[in-house]
């Protein structure tokens, strides 16, 4: 029984990630139709803007709750940056054009910022941000100084991964006679289930959330309706890529490696949970994120253990056969 | 219109840097065949290691190693009076790149001496390579059986200077239960890796012969982040120890998550925990761990302080396992250039073949008819933050 319990808390932990991920996946497939294949990079992208910022504060040595913000919203802050730079340059110009033109783009993008990721930095090739600047013929600025040594010098951080430090501290509690659950587990189940209500709050109540789902609907009549057609999708990717920063340090807080691909299969998996769910449906994705970490985590604890990854696909090859509109998914009403 | 234009551009393009690259490669068989065997004034040396990825610190060790090796050499006059140059080209940590970098080394640098790799399924990708080239290669560290020995057939120009896993999976099965005393133990294998692999199913062989218990044979991938649920399964078979013959950035995961799911048990491991890495990420949840490795910096023995002093001086820092294998393996390889009777392939390899009682930092070298060297291994505790010597196992 003992072991069950601990199976279950183990799974939820799991499906928390992959909910949260999922999110993401959802809010710009309902918006846009498109299948943002370079979700789970962001997510990698965000796990490294937090470790660049906790190394700056040396949170590792002595970390605090303030620290742990800082951390939080800049990671946060960083992946925002980024998920909007990626719909502005790489899916807006290509906007009307056919939807494959986007998809191939979006894993193009994933490409670029996993194998990027793992270029040499300049301090792995022994060389300063300094020299480079002078080699150009430029002079070093005096504020550029203070940066040399957290960010410029040692990105890309490259394919060996990182030991990223614990934001806040772990605290294990032992419950129900032998079940141990930690902050970690608690804190990631509450923030995904309060983004979920608040993406369900802010889709359905809210100025914002009726502009989303009538660009969802048909995104020219929205724009001739005076709707900022450009600004809503980009808002979109905003706050999708902010949900994958808040999963990214959740994760990387108490499994504390990370590495440039570290995205891919959370990422992908999280899209097998979100049209598990529905796709284009918020609560679909929490709950198509939760099973899924369940269905892995009894696959591996009960039978073998290499057939958890085969598991959550074939999920998807069963759920698309027989329900192709996932779990909560409605055929053709409103979608986001 | 176009795009005719753009593919034709791209295609004249593509033939230029065609040509440029042929150029130089066409050029140098030629000089070759006029120099067969390599007259010229310096020797050589390839190395092919992890410098970047998941086991980076096995590549930068190991390189270490070997520059010490070299420049120790090099010292004294190089081999036959020709300095010693080191070439090393990255892994990344993948089999296809250490294929690519090998075949780069010994066709485009042609190299006197292929060094490298350490994970053996990496080594298993250059193996062939320096067999199809005719170049002595030697592995400092591989310890699959398979990188020397291919089917029934030892290959040729393939050496190491490290025992082999039948060897390692067993020490650690005698430790355990000989001296640990150990009855019950669950197994946590790597299944894509052929090193890992190896030990575990050499550690189940030999332990059940004494008379213990497998009670638990879980698999994990490298690069996974969640480890709980096989753990969660071997908390509830309730073993006294549990096997992870992985490598050091897994490990300390799994070490983590075992304790956070509230097991006290000791990790059991090979050389492939030998990093400090491991300690830095699993911190506290990896002491009290033991594993095997093949030498310990803590050993008295004046070859060995003496080469723990040179390393810490050049480098800093207390070299691990795999310095002291890439050192070791360099050494057997200068050791044999310098005994072959000219410095063709063959005749170097002939002489490696031929090193007998080799005082190595690791260990006494002797290499057998299989090309691998006969060793003792050591055990290893994890305290405060580094390993402890333990105790020795004679092969």
Redesign the interface.
């Known amino acids: 029984m003992t072991e069950l319990l601990q199976h279950v808390v183990n799974g939820v932990s799991l499906g928390t990630i992959y909910a949260l991920i999922a999110l993401g996946y959802t809010m710009v497939y309902g918006v846009l139709k498109l299948i943002n294949f370079a979700h789970g990079d962001v997510y990698m992208a965000a796990a490294f803007a937090g470790f660049y910022i906790a190394t700056a504060l040396d949170v590792r040595d002595d970390p605090t709750i303030g620290k742990a913000v800082v951390v939080f919203l800049g990671a946060m802050a960083a992946a925002a940056a980024l998920g909007w730079a990626i719909e502005r340059f790489a899916y807006r110009p290509l906007r009307n054009r056919p939807r494959l033109a986007t998809l191939i783009t979006a894993i193009g993008i994933s490409f670029l910022l996993e194998y990027g990721f793992q270029l040499p930095s300049l301090q792995a090739q022994g060389r300063t941000f300094e020299e480079v600047l002078r080699g150009w013929g430029w002079t070093v600025p005096a504020w550029l100084d203070s940066l040399v040594g957290v960010l410029p010098a040692s990105f890309p951080p490259g394919p060996t991964p990182r030991f990223f430090p614990e934001p806040f501290t772990r605290i294990d509690w032992t419950v129900l006679g032998g079940v141990h659950v930690s902050n970690y587990d608690v804190v990631s189940f509450l923030v995904a289930v309060g983004f979920m209500l608040g993406l369900q709050w802010i889709v359905y109540r809210t100025r914002f959330g009726t502009a989303m789902r009538a660009v969802s609907f048909d995104p020219r009549v929205a724009g001739l309706m005076g709707i900022p057609v450009n600004r809503v999708i980009s808002a979109t990717f905003v706050l999708g890529s902010v949900l994958a920063a808040v999963a990214a340090l959740l994760v990387a807080g108490s499994r504390p490696r990370i590495d440039p691909i570290m995205g891919l299969m959370p990422g992908l998996k999280a899209f097998v949970a979100a049209v598990f769910g529905g796709i284009g449906n918020v609560p679909g994705a929490m709950l198509g994120g939760l099973v899924l970490g369940l269905a892995e985590e009894m696959v591996a604890g009960y039978t073998v253990s290499s057939f958890r990854d085969g598991i959550a696909f074939a999920m998807l090859i069963l759920v698309l056969l027989f329900r192709p509109e996932g779990l909560l998914g409605r055929v053709t009403v409103e979608k986001v | 219109m176009r795009a005719v234009r753009a593919v034709a551009l791209l295609a004249a393009s593509l033939a230029v840097i065609a040509c440029q690259s042929k150029k130089p490669e066409a050029g140098a068989p030629a000089k070759a065949a006029a120099a067969p065997a390599p007259a010229s004034d310096k020797i050589l040396v390839g190395h092919v290691g992890s410098m ?3 086991e ?1 610190t096995f590549g930068q060790s190991t390189d270490n190693g070997i520059k010490l090796a070299i420049e120790q050499w090099n010292a004294k006059g190089g081999v036959k009076g020709k300095p010693i140059s080191l070439r090393t080209y990255d892994s ?2 993948k089999p296809e790149e250490a294929a690519v970098a090998a075949t780069r080394l010994i066709v485009n640098d042609k190299v006197n001496l292929l060094l490298g790799e350490v994970a053996s399924s990496r080594s298993l990708a250059m193996a062939p390579v320096a067999d199809g080239n005719g170049t002595p290669m030697i592995t400092p560290s591989s310890t699959n059986p398979r990188v020397t020995k291919d089917k029934d057939k030892v290959r040729p120009f393939v050496f190491r200077v490290c025992f082999i896993d039948p060897f390692q999976g067993t020490v650690m099965a005698k430790f355990a239960r000989n001296d640990k005393k150990i009855d019950r133990v669950a197994i946590l294998r790597d ?1 894509g890796n052929d090193y890992s692999m190896g030990l575990a199913d050499y550690f189940l062989a030999k332990f059940k012969e004494l008379g213990g218990t497998i009670v638990d044979d ?4 490298a ?1 996974d ?2 480890f ?3 753990l ?2 071997i ?2 078979k309730n073993p006294q120890a549990i096997y992870v013959p992985g490598y050091y ?1 897994d490990v ?2 799994i070490a ?2 075992a304790r ?3 097991m006290k048990q000791p990790l059991l491991g090979g050389d492939g925990w030998d990093s400090s ?1 491991l300690y ?2 699993g911190g506290k949840a990896i002491e009290g761990s033991f594993f095997s490795n093949h030498y310990s910096p803590d050993d008295p023995s004046p070859r060995i302080q003496e080469f723990v002093k040179a390393y810490k001086a050049r480098f800093g820092g207390v070299p691990d396992g795999l310095a002291a294998q890439g050192y070791d393996a360099a050494m057997v390889g200068f050791d044999a250039m310098n005994r072959a009777a000219d410095g063709s392939g063959t005749a170097v390899r002939d002489a490696i073949a031929s090193t007998k009682d080799y005082p190595g930092v690791t260990g006494i070298i002797t290499i057998d008819a299989n090309h691998d060297a006969v060793k003792p291994a050591v055990v290893l505790e994890v305290k405060d933050g580094k390993s402890s010597y333990v105790t020795t196992v004679a092969p």
Do not use: F, H, M, P
């Open positions: 970047t990825g998941s980076a990344q940590g299944v879980q698999s994990y991938k690069g982040q969640d709980k649920a096989q969660t399964a908390k509830n950035t300390a995961l983590r998550q956070e799911l509230g890495k830095e990420i």
